[in-house]
């Protein structure tokens, strides 16, 4: 018992580890605030070409969001980050991550509100356009937020989803949480700071657990 | 049987319009025109392309070939403006189509904001108006969902009067309502034909028809059959079709 405390839930090592833990967390609210609007943008836009484009269009986006929901996310942050210099292109660690969770959380996002859009009767949009709103006006004020409000709990679900998938950022040497944790772990040769990153997870994300939980039991 | 008087000028003048959907033709070469303060009714069977032309009437379907002028508007050219001509046509459909995450007063203040650009205690009150015209004065702060069909019908009506059109479209504005709905909506009509709002209506209420239509409009087929005073075509119509149909209407 004395030895699992020791090498789990170590006290002294805590203390020892704790300021980059807390940066590693501070990096991982950073990512968080990047990857998730990024995402949000990018399968708006795929959302709404997947509805109300021509249809070449709408084809182009169900053909691109198939694309980026196949391809593993960890793999496209590699291949931005370390594969693209091989182009002469550098787009840097932030750049990858900025990039890859606009193509990939965006193609997941733009799966769910393509179906929100979906789930707006036609008639919305047309009393709309009849009172003289111009066709962005109408999304805008009348049939996107009755489309978010429709998929609400599936929004907020991948949304921690990709709160979650910040920590493949690791891999590209952006110190967040799980990065952090992995170095203080090869300092400290104790597995106290993984698990004090497992429960600062669980604490920024068990409120959004929890909100999912009540907005499903709404619907 | 003399024609109905031609008015000085129609404010609504449909020309030649023809839409198919696919393969199939639903109007085919309809001529359409409704004078100033006029009520028009249009009645046929399901199928026979009335909601069709009526929903061409403010573009909400694309016409493949024709002309239509609004309130001199040339409503086709790609010149113009739609959204600034649409704000002269009010249009009320058979599902009400209120938005259902915004308050009655809400639902009609948002084209007077976004698109007259009214300031938001100017919208207010002009909704205020507007819905306490429609009789529902009391029950502005309420969500579609909390009120009965025929009071969001009639929101819809306030929502679309508002704007101050010079024509209303009417598409089957009863037929989504309990019976016992129908009659305050009719109520709101007949109101508005009073203050001399130009109407066009399409709908099975023929005893409104009666009562408060000039004119009578039959179509089948995508083609206008017939047309005249309610009294002739009611009480006398000349063409096979029509006769079929009130026949089967007035059953009901």
Known sequence: MDEFLFAFLNGEILREAWPILWQGFLYTLALSAITVPLGLLGGLILGLLSTSGPRAVRWAAAAWTDLFRAIPPLVLLVFLYAGLPFAGIDVGAWGAVAIGFFLNTGAYYGEVLRAGLGSVPRGQMEAARSTGLSHGQALAYVVLPQAVRNVLPDLVSNTLEVVKLTSIASVVALPELLFQARQAQNATYNATPIVAAAVAYFVLLWPVVRVISRLENKR | ?252
Not at chain 2, 208 to 234: H, N, S, W
């Open chain 2, 1 to 252: 049987m003399s024609a109905p008087p031609t008015a000085p000028r129609p404010i609504i003048d449909a020309r030649g319009l023809w839409k198919r959907f696919g393969a199939t033709p639903v109007l085919k070469g309809v001529d359409f025109s409704v004078a100033e303060r006029e009520l028009v009714f249009i009645i046929g069977p399901s199928g026979s392309g009335k909601s069709t032309l009526l929903r061409c009437l403010n573009r909400l379907e694309e016409p493949d070939d024709g002309s239509i002028h609004v309130d001199g508007i040339e409503l086709l050219s790609p010149r113009t403006d739609i959204n600034a001509a649409r704000r002269r046509i009010g249009m009320v459909f058979q599902g009400f189509n209120l938005y259902p995450h915004m308050t009655a007063r809400q639902n009609v203040m948002l084209a007077l904001r976004k698109v007259l650009g009214r300031g938001k205690a100017e919208a207010a009150g002009i909704a205020a108006a507007a819905l306490a015209r429609v009789g529902l004065a009391e029950r502005m702060e309420h969500y579609p969902a909390q009120l009965s069909g025929g009071q969001q019908q009639r929101v819809a009506i306030a929502r679309a009067i508002a704007l101050e059109p010079r024509v209303m479209l009417f598409d089957e504005p009863t037929s989504a309502l309990d019976p016992e709905l129908v009659g305050g909506v009719l109520n709101v009509m007949r109101e508005l034909r009073e203050s001399g709002m130009t109407m066009v209506v399409v709908s099975h209420e023929m005893a409104f028809a009666r009562a408060a239509a000039d004119r009578v409009v039959f179509m089948a087929d995508g083609q206008k059959l017939e047309e005249g005073p309610p009294a002739q075509i009611f009480g006398a119509p000349r063409h096979e079709r029509t006769r079929a149909f009130i026949r089967q209407i007035d059953r009901h």
